[in-house]
């Protein structure tokens, strides 16, 4: 009898067959994962934007809360950033531009000049892959749920929401 030198067709794929259950329980555990790191994202975004639209409103009271992201945002030029109404420097770049850990923010401030009242929401890139559930915030400074999903059209439409618990 001679020796058998490596492993049989058998044994291999017996080796690949257990990968696969295993690939199969833990690759929707890591999916739930990530869209649980994306809402927890989302959330601590809408607390910055809020804690920022207060500042901002703070800093600039003839303008009011601000009314797009972008200022209150870096400016786009290379170096450090300048305070000014138009690029405030409260918030990141990555959330200045509206999307961020498979969220996309968007939102409003309305009245004045200055403006009295902003609303943001954040809703899912991708529905049931980036994340379930839509935020949503506004000058109460309290994030709200939408445990469906989809967009949030007003601040009416947040204001009748769950805070978020």
């Known amino acids: 009898m001679r020796k058998q030198k490596g492993f049989s067709l058998i044994e291999l794929l017996i080796v690949v067959a ?3 259950i295993i690939a199969a329980i833990a690759i929707p555990n890591l999916l739930r994962a990530r869209m649980a790191a994306n809402e927890s994202s989302a959330v601590a975004s ?5 804690t920022g ?5 703070s800093t600039y009271p ?26 405030a420097c409260l918030i990141d770049s990555v959330l200045a531009s509206g999307t961020k850990s498979g969220y996309t923010f968007t939102g409003t401030a309305a009245g004045g000049p200055p403006t009295g009242t902003y609303y943001w929401a954040g809703v899912p890139v991708s529905a049931n892959q980036s994340g379930v ?4 915030s506004f000058e109460d400074a309290v994030v709200r749920v939408k445990p469906t999903g989809g ?3 007003s601040e009416a439409t947040c204001q009748a929401l769950t805070p978020l618990q």
Do not use: Q
């Open 18 to 20: 257990i990968i696969l």
């Open 46 to 50: 809408l607390r910055t934007i809020n």
């Open 53 to 57: 639209e207060v500042t901002y409103n």
């Open 62 to 87: 003839t303008v009011g809360y601000a009314s797009t992201l972008a200022l209150m945002g870096p400016s786009a030029a290379a170096g450090a950033c300048v305070p000014a109404s138009t690029t």
């Open 133 to 136: 559930r839509s935020f949503c």
């Open 151 to 153: 967009a949030i059209a």
